[in-house]
């Protein structure tokens, strides 16, 4: 059975950073596998956020957090990482882990969200 297992979340102040974590398991190739996070905020549609594959060169960043955001991995613990600096209120929302294999378009696995809440 796959797994995706989220943490880190919280409550952060404006300016502050946080880490998040994804803990992936169930799955042999998950090494292989694109891995992304995604958040939504009510009211608002789900947005992605950033995506690495198994190498650096396959990382793509949102607009929206590129400079403020990243996202890392480490295979041997199958977890993936968003790291958030100077964040805003804006970023309050669910923020979510999701696994693809290489040729999906769609995600097909998803983790159960952690809560992120940013107070000005």
């Known amino acids: 059975q796959v797994q995706l297992v989220e943490s880190g979340g919280g409550l952060v102040q404006a300016g502050g950073s946080l880490r998040l974590s994804c803990a992936a398991s169930?799955?042999?190739?998950?090494?292989?596998?694109?891995m992304g996070w995604f958040r939504q905020a009510p009211g608002n549609e789900r947005e992605f956020i950033a995506h690495?594959?198994?190498?650096?060169?396959?990382?793509r960043i949102a607009d929206s957090v590129k400079g403020r955001f990243t996202i890392s991995r480490d295979n041997a613990r199958n977890t993936v990482y968003l790291q958030m600096h100077n964040v805003k209120p804006e970023d309050t929302a669910v923020y979510y882990c999701?696994?693809?294999?290489?040729?999906?378009?769609?995600?097909?696995?998803w983790g159960q969200g952690t809560q992120v809440t940013v107070s000005s």
């Open positions: 999701a696994a693809r294999s290489v040729v999906a378009r769609e995600y097909a696995y």
């Open positions: 690495l594959g198994w190498s650096a060169g396959s990382t």
């Open positions: 169930g799955r042999t190739t998950f090494r292989d596998d694109i």
